[in-house]
């Protein structure tokens, strides 16, 4: 057990999340030697040009992913986040890159889909249409719905070479940042391997949770090793 972390009352927590925080929930990560990229090229099913190329193999590879997150249950690292953010309320923060929906079961509110959500699908001409709730797990790509424009529906991911989400608010979070808590991120992918060079600059204290050192270990100041799942209950002591 890590010795506690403590928490001031003036800190502001941000919290940024990967696909390790839903590994003890049975979800894949990427670069395992298992791990999606692994079975998948990503260029075949997480690109702009992919889903030009071959939309089915887009929305089979994402049908999968959702049938997986979806029969998910939340670890004690998305129950211990949600109690974090319960206890700090608006002085917490939380930016995932994981499009499952296992934070919001674990109890997180505050929170932002940097690249998108497994359980919504978008106009794939971008017709300014919102995303849609969408949890269907498809068969063929005759099955895929329709946007109200009549284009087709395509998967609420962002795609390699795309914009992340809410980068705006992101921004203005981590400057407000004091704290900021890296879970279970390989920091292989920008912009979000950056966020703790920000929060360096802004003279935050970094933490981050796995099992091994991330490509941007360099810039956190307290290393906790283990599994999110076991780390990070009882990790925070708020004062
Ligand atoms: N607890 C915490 N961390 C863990 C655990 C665990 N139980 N198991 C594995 N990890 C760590 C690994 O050590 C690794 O550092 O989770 C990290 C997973 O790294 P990646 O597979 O690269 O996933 P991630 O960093 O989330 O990928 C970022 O890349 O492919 C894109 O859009 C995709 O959001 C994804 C982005």
New binding site residues.
Partial sequence: MHKQILIHPTDRVFVL?????S??SGL?????SD???AGYR?EDV?TPEAWERDPWKVWEFYSARREAAFAAKPNP?HVALGELERQLGERFFLCT???DGLHELGGSKNLVH??GELAKSRCEDDCGAAPVVDTRVYGSLDEVGRCVCGARLRPY??F?GETPLELGRIQDEINRATVMIV???????YP??NFVQWARLNKARTIY??????LNAGAFTVTVE??????LPGLFAIQ
Avoid at 226 to 231: D, I, P
């Fill in positions: 999340t990967g696909a390790g925080v590994a003890e894949a990560t990427f670069r395992a791990g999606l990229w990503l997480c690292a890159q994981n499009v940097m690249h991911i962002v390699f879970v279970g991120t390989s920091g292989s992918v979000a391997a949770v796995g099992p091994e050192a991330p283990g599994k999110a799942g076991e780390a």
